[in-house]
């Protein structure tokens, strides 16, 4: 009973996770942008949903629907500027730009609501739970960023592979210069995959902000699991982001199990352990066009 | 077969230092097959790659029904009427044959082609177009490429190395689609290694020679000698060799 629950409360995390990584991997995926920011772009949604949800008198449980699309805007926003203006010079600066980004964000944060920790409201919903065996307790707030988790990815691949527009950013994702040549304008692509990952790390931080605590520094260390579940599913598989998280959080809570400093420990691990055994990761594609 | 369709003016390309293309001018006109060949490095890729906007000129433009192209991006100009079939083939490989049709018909211009066409043309498609492109032969992905830049309905077809890695059987099999391609009020550009595909196709051809013009004409007003001189350069054509093969 104790490992089935330590694979229920490691999927449950998992699926955070995996709500948090897809953003990221679908930067890296179509813009070939590793986004140093994205951990912090999470916080900052975890921070407006806080602002405004008291201001436009939502209760902080519906606050996606405000954030989300804001966030799809800045994200199309923020490509078309800052990181395509990085991209066109060569592909390092996008390191240091999305680096740079995050520092100023973090900062900013410090400096506006200082260090202490926030979350979003959602009333007496947070301590509730379905209980359906002695030591099992699933929340039920866990359970929703899963089933947000699953429907996410499950609409991503059917907008990738069903949607003209999709199949314009599979496009750029495979080749480039073929998808100008197929009268894709490849900017243009470029901003809404990236108004789509900036949507779901909006998501995500305001899972995050629900299930627990942030704080303006709290990106960085939500960062490393991403490129984690990323690198374990293989970069540019969706269900691979989801196979992933669920890995890592399972990894992790087996880890707490053993010994509670272990969590993070068994984490690292078994990314270690894919990394060495299966570099492309366990749903990674070799690239098979020669 | 009259107005200009295509002009290049002058045009001097360059990859960093070196000079690829060096002030060459042609005109294309409307519903004629032109032929620019020339050996590895002459700058024939470069050639086509600038017209259809991947590359940016150092001087000299390009004109589309004589209007300067040239600060265009390279998907204004599939609008306008200029696709290019890169060398390489270059299909989105993790996509399925008819997926890759679909990408060049979402920003088409109307026209006779259509996907449909497209499998009409050729006849194995439809059975294979759930199958990944990677599956596909070398002929038959070239024929996916050159079906995905049809569907996009150009002015002017930019055909860059077709046979390269084909076996002559296939090649001639995807010649053999030029005439129709034709009939449907699409001119084409072919650059080609092997001269005498080139050569047949073409109603003009234009020969270059390390980025320069060295010859151009009909293929009827061309020997075969002349030919040689233009692609290899003057002093590498041995005389006994050229009478050898005369003889």
Not at chain 1, 34 to 53: E, K, P, R, T
Not at chain 1, 106 to 129: D, H, R, T
Not at chain 2, 219 to 236: M, N, V
Request: with cysteine; glycine share 10%; charged share 15%.
């Amino acid at each position: 009973m104790i490992w089935l629950n330590i694979v229920i409360q490691g999927a449950l995390v998992g699926g955070f996770y995996a709500l948090f990584a897809c953003g990221l991997s679908l930067m890296f995926g179509v813009l070939k942008v590793i986004n140093l920011a994205h951990g912090d772009m999470a916080v900052v949604a975890g921070y407006v949903a806080v602002f405004l949800s008291p201001r436009l008198h939502i209760p902080g449980l519906w606050s996606f629907l405000v954030v989300v699309p804001l966030f799809a805007l800045l994200g199309y926003v923020v490509q078309r500027t800052v990181i395509q203006k990085s991209i066109d010079r060569d592909p390092f600066t996008t390191l240091l730009v999305t680096f740079g980004l995050s520092v100023v964000i973090e900062n900013l944060l410090l400096e506006m609501y200082s260090a202490n920790g926030q979350s979003i409201n959602i009333g007496s919903l947070i301590g509730e739970s379905w209980h359906p065996a002695s030591i099992i307790y699933i929340s039920y707030v866990s359970l929703a960023v899963l089933a947000a988790a699953v429907l996410v990815l499950l609409a991503l691949q059917l907008f990738l592979s069903k949607s003209g527009i999709g199949r314009l950013i599979r496009a750029v994702a495979d080749d480039q210069e073929a998808a100008q040549l197929s009268g894709a304008n490849y900017r243009h692509v470029f901003g809404i995959a990236a108004a789509i990952a900036f949507a779901t790390v909006a998501l995500a931080g305001i899972a995050y902000g629900m299930m627990t605590q942030f704080a303006p520094t709290s990106g960085g260390v939500n960062l490393l699991f991403a490129f984690e579940v990323v690198v374990i599913g293989g970069i540019g598989s969706l269900w691979g982001t989801l196979v992933g998280g669920i890995a890592l959080g399972i990894a992790q809570q087996f880890g707490a199990h053993i010994n509670l400093s272990y969590q993070i420990l068994a984490g690292n691990i078994l990314f270690l352990a894919v990394l060495a055994v299966r570099p492309q990761g366990l749903f990674g594609r070799r690239s098979s066009l020669a | 077969m009259s107005a200009a369709l295509l002009e290049v003016e002058s045009l001097t390309v360059h990859h960093g230092q070196l000079c690829a293309i060096d002030d060459v001018s042609f005109t294309q006109r409307q519903g004629e097959v032109l032929a620019v060949v020339g050996a590895n490095g002459a700058g024939k890729s470069t050639l086509l790659r600038t017209i259809a906007g991947l590359h940016r000129p150092t001087s000299g433009c390009v004109r589309l029904d004589g209007k300067d192209i040239n600060d265009l991006s390279v998907s204004r100009r599939v609008a306008l009427g200029i696709s290019l079939v890169p060398e390489g083939r270059r299909l989105f490989s993790s996509m399925t044959l008819e997926e890759n049709l679909q990408v060049g018909a979402y920003h088409a211009n109307p026209g006779p082609f259509d996907i449909k066409r497209v499998y009409e043309l050729f006849d194995w498609m439809p059975g294979r177009r759930k199958q990944s492109v990677w599956q596909l032969s070398g002929g038959e992905q070239q024929a996916v490429a050159i079906g995905r830049a049809l569907v996009a309905n150009p002015r002017v077809l930019l055909l860059d190395e077709l046979s390269l890695g084909l076996a002559p059987i296939i090649i001639e099999k995807i010649y053999a689609l030029v005439p129709e391609i034709l009939a449907q009020g699409v001119s084409i550009l072919i650059v080609e290694q092997d001269v005498s595909q080139g050569v047949s196709a073409a109603d003009r051809v234009h020969c270059l020679l390390e980025g320069r013009t060295s010859m151009t004409g009909t293929p009827a007003e061309l020997t075969s000698e002349e030919i040689d001189r233009a692609y290899f350069g003057a002093g590498l054509v041995a005389p006994a060799v050229t009478s050898g093969v005369v003889e």
